[in-house]
């Protein structure tokens, strides 16, 4: 959604950029835990709504980096060529300055996903999960929902301890490969070595 929308904004300008950017920084106002606790309550709290709603919740952001790219983009001789030899608006979008683009979305999907895997953690900590699916806050919530934390962490860590652990694992490795991305598509960290 943010790559599209990004994409769109940055080039086509205009009314299209304001309507585009000012629908964003509604949704950027809007508070996004509440927001989604009250989505997945109406909704069915399955995965796939949950993932609907977290990726909908998300893509503002990232339209935002794609679109201040896309403008610098534009203005660039390679693009003023294609123009110049009357190619459409939709052909440089996809030929020219998308290709120019993914090293940031590669980027940002990378480094984005923590906060989506803790969002979902949150959400079924808080009781709103799919029930035929395990996942680390549900372990969680079915521990501090058991009545046994009232005899005390020490003699069930097992419970705490591992998922909070794989959560906090899982979303250091994204990051660690978010950076790791940067570092090989970026030509100005190369040029280091």
Not at 85 to 96: D, F
Not at 141 to 167: H, L, R
């Given at each position: 959604?943010?790559?599209?929308?990004?994409?769109v904004?940055?080039?086509?300008?205009?009314?299209?950029?304001?309507?585009?950017?000012r629908?964003a920084?509604?949704?950027?106002?809007?508070?996004t835990l509440p927001?989604l606790?009250?989505l997945m309550?109406?909704?069915?709290?399955t995965t796939?709504n949950l993932i609907?709603?977290?990726s909908f919740?998300g893509?503002m952001t990232?339209?935002?980096?794609?679109?201040s790219m896309?403008?610098?983009?534009?203005?660039r001789?390679?693009?003023?060529?294609a123009?110049?030899?009357?190619?459409?608006?939709s052909y440089?979008?996809?030929?020219?300055?998308?290709?120019n683009v993914?090293?940031l979305?590669y980027?940002?999907?990378?480094q984005?996903?923590?906060?989506?895997?803790?969002m979902?953690?949150?959400?079924?900590?808080?009781?709103?999960?799919d029930p035929?699916?395990?996942?680390?806050g549900?372990?969680?919530?079915?521990?501090?929902n058991?009545?046994?934390?009232s005899?005390g962490?020490?003699?069930y860590?097992?419970w705490v301890?591992p998922?909070?652990?794989?959560?906090m694992?899982l979303?250091?490795?994204?990051i660690?490969m978010?950076?790791a991305?940067?570092?090989?598509?970026?030509p100005?960290l190369?040029?280091?070595r």
């Amino acid at each position: 959604i943010g790559l599209l929308l990004g994409l769109v904004s940055g080039y086509m300008g205009g009314i299209v950029d304001e309507i585009i950017m000012r629908f964003a920084d509604f949704l950027l106002v809007l508070p996004t835990l509440p927001l989604l606790i009250i989505l997945m309550v109406v909704t069915r709290a399955t995965t796939w709504n949950l993932i609907l709603i977290i990726s909908f919740l998300g893509w503002m952001t990232f339209s935002r980096q794609v679109r201040s790219m896309v403008l610098s983009l534009k203005e660039r001789s390679f693009v003023e060529a294609a123009k110049a030899c009357g190619a459409s608006s939709s052909y440089i979008i996809l030929r020219h300055i998308t290709p120019n683009v993914f090293a940031l979305v590669y980027i940002t999907l990378a480094q984005s996903v923590p906060g989506a895997i803790i969002m979902e953690a949150s959400i079924s900590w808080l009781g709103l999960y799919d029930p035929s699916i395990v996942s680390w806050g549900r372990m969680l919530y079915e521990f501090s929902n058991s009545g046994v934390i009232s005899k005390g962490i020490s003699e069930y860590w097992f419970w705490v301890i591992p998922p909070g652990i794989a959560i906090m694992l899982l979303a250091i490795a994204f990051i660690l490969m978010g950076y790791a991305l940067d570092e090989i598509l970026n030509p100005r960290l190369r040029e280091r070595r």
